[in-house]
């Protein structure tokens, strides 16, 4: 008899008789013995209308009251559950972040939970409750309400399993596992029955949308098993993400390609090659909130060089009008281009580590389809390339194939 | 410099454009130096959504639960406002019930208000801040979140002036103040400058739906000046509700005309007079939570009488069928008959007290107009008569008529 937190998404919850079927899943747990503590979103399109409503009011919300509002979408959803589990003739109580209570810090809409209080919902399940929580919400230290940011409910579920030390913390989403690769390009992509804690972290980082980045380091962290399941299929039993010591099985030298269009990539030409110019470039991006994912400084000659890098695509304009405004002529650079028409594809594995030869077998097989490659970027687990975005589905497709990644090998 | 708590229903704040609205004229009262709380119903069908959602999962809903999806609807109002404020560069924050804290009993749905700590909000409003609290909604000692039922935003808004010893606190609702009667059934109804508490209690009791009763109550309890405006209109002073001992004005003897067809009269026939008999017939009744209103036993003939009273309508069915399953067997009454084609009109006036002859005057307007009385029922300060429900709007008309109810007194 296990102590089991299970997680279910805002598509899983996004009506009432969808919530209906939650309480079944959860019922079918229950009456197996096992103590449950269910953590739920939103139901579907209820945060973005919240959103939209308070920008009807201020166009840039303050984050205090948007925290306030956004909260009671999960509110909602806990409630819901909970009537719903009832009508199982199980007992069942809802609680919101603050009711629990999950401290976070006081960074409204992106806040980081701090310690969560763990004894009346571990007194609730000793008294045969299934505890319901809110997902993505907390409260700070002077019991202000917070959220923890898109996708936070997966980190609340996970916090949760690691302040219960439960048995596992599974992650109820709209797929049934993490693939090889998105099978809308590749139909032959494949589900993956294990996959590391770090590869995970890679495809997640690389647009691999399952499950959100924070909640996977902080399973990492606390040791948390994580298996990520389907909630509309009865059967299945999804991926489960391990640790790489506890993997004895034979591990694939590559488990998966992730890859997106959502980042621009911007040069700046002509760059005096001398020590503090990537901070006098980057520094001023960083001070606005423009994230950069790869950054590339090639070896330099006649002391100039080329200075590249990928920001998302919604920060090109600003990052540009910031580099021709106020960095190019303090630092003396040329010029500065930009495009968004690009992707980024990358190959993950654990494997990679052992294995010699990836890099340059990736590079051959694009080169033998004819895509070029415009940047590189790369670390232990993981070789990202920049393409032209039209042959991203081309690359991805036939980097799946020459991985053997439709093959089964664990 | 006053301190001010204000209140504004589920009408005023029905949109983001009403919204704003409610923060201007809270402006308009911080900018004349005025400490200013307000208080926030959810907007206008807001709640009957969330009921109805949940009502989707359990026909029955819990009532813990259901409390924590209600308490949702002013939640979101009071973030909104609080933006709405900060568009007029006020400082503003919000509080939930929990967060103030509200502490109320446990009745779910229906709880009753025990202590406010009023501290925080002191200190806000003693740091410049227009403080925004939900009403409607508290918290038990086990921090569960409760609601007040149905217009309980009102008793938050006169409990919290009562903690925090306000100078006034203003009730903003869709009328103007109060009326002597309903100006949609007599266009020459009258608006009162003042009316005392205790005829502000017989009106809300008797149907005139701008007052939550519990709120009047509260305020005449905790002695919180009372003042009902419109939140529509820019101009004008409500209806203040005074002690009447405040009152030095030439009082008029009637005050209004309260009306309401919502109940439904019962009569147990034959019934043999003998003490403990109304409890024997009530007793059961209260037993399922319906509440009775008029109450009427006659002088017995033969060790014979008659018992009436009525209820609302809506509890009709379920009071006859006790009666005649689980009463009439035991208490050996003749029969019982219910009928809901009635309705209650009633005249409230402190100034009954001093004057002879109102009860028999009204009486006598009645028969002039061929309208028969099938129930009376007199207090101190009241006399409800019930009447066919056709006859209602003529009996409330020509009684505003005969009492000089169109005339200013005050």
Redo the contacts between chains.
């Keep these: 008899m296990a102590l089991i937190v299970q997680k279910y998404g805002g598509t899983s919850v996004g009506n009432?008789e969808r919530?209906?079927n939650v309480a079944q899943r959860v019922a079918k747990y229950y009456s197996q013995g096992h103590r449950v503590v269910v953590v739920v979103s939103a139901m579907s399109g209820e945060t973005n209308r919240?959103i939209a409503?308070?920008k009807?009011?201020?166009s840039n919300?303050?984050p205090?009251?948007?925290d306030?509002?956004v909260?009671?979408g999960e509110?909602?959803t806990?409630?819901?559950l909970?009537?719903?589990l009832?009508?199982h003739n199980i007992k069942a109580?809802?609680y919101?972040g603050?009711?629990v209570r999950i401290l976070t810090d006081s960074a409204h809409t992106k806040a980081r939970i701090l310690r969560i209080d763990e004894e009346k919902i571990r007194a609730d399940l000793h008294s045969g409750y299934v505890v319901v929580v809110a997902g993505f919400q907390g409260v700070d230290g002077a019991?202000?309400?917070t959220t923890l940011g898109r996708g936070g409910s997966d980190t609340t579920g996970v916090a949760l399993a690691a302040a219960l030390k439960a048995d596992e913390c599974q992650i109820y989403t709209d797929v049934d596992g993490i693939y090889t690769t998105d099978p809308r390009i590749v139909p032959e992509a494949r589900k993956l029955k294990t996959i590391t804690f770090e590869e995970m972290l890679e495809m997640a980082s690389l647009g691999s949308k399952v499950l959100q980045i924070r909640s996977v380091e902080f399973a990492g962290k606390y040791r948390v098993k994580l298996r990520v399941l389907s909630s509309f299929k009865e059967e299945g039993e999804g991926t489960l993400i391990t640790f790489e010591e506890d993997n004895n099985m034979e591990q694939a030298v590559i488990s998966g390609i992730a890859f997106n269009r959502d980042e621009a990539k911007i040069t700046v030409l002509g760059v005096p090659d001398h020590p503090g110019i990537a901070y006098q470039i980057l520094g001023p991006i960083a001070d606005v909130n423009i994230d950069v994912d790869i950054i590339i400084q090639n070896v330099g000659h006649d002391g100039m060089t080329d200075f590249s890098f990928t920001v998302n695509r919604n920060d090109l304009a600003n990052a540009m009008a910031i580099l021709k405004n106020s960095i190019l002529p303090h630092i003396g650079a040329r010029d500065v281009i930009g495009g968004d028409k690009i992707a980024k594809v990358s190959i993950v594995g654990v494997g990679m580590r052992s294995h010699a030869g990836i890099a340059s077998k990736m590079f051959r097989v694009l080169a033998e389809e004819g895509i070029n490659i415009q940047m590189i970027s790369t670390s232990e687990i993981k070789i990202s390339v920049v393409v032209d975005e039209n042959y991203m589905e081309l690359a991805v497709r036939v980097l799946h194939k020459a991985f053997d990644l439709d093959q089964v090998v664990q």
């Design positions: 009432p919530i209906k919240l409503l308070a009807e009011i201020q919300p303050n205090r009251e948007l306030v509002m909260s009671t509110q909602v806990v409630a819901l909970a009537m719903a009832m009508e109580k809802s919101t603050g009711q019991n202000n309400i």
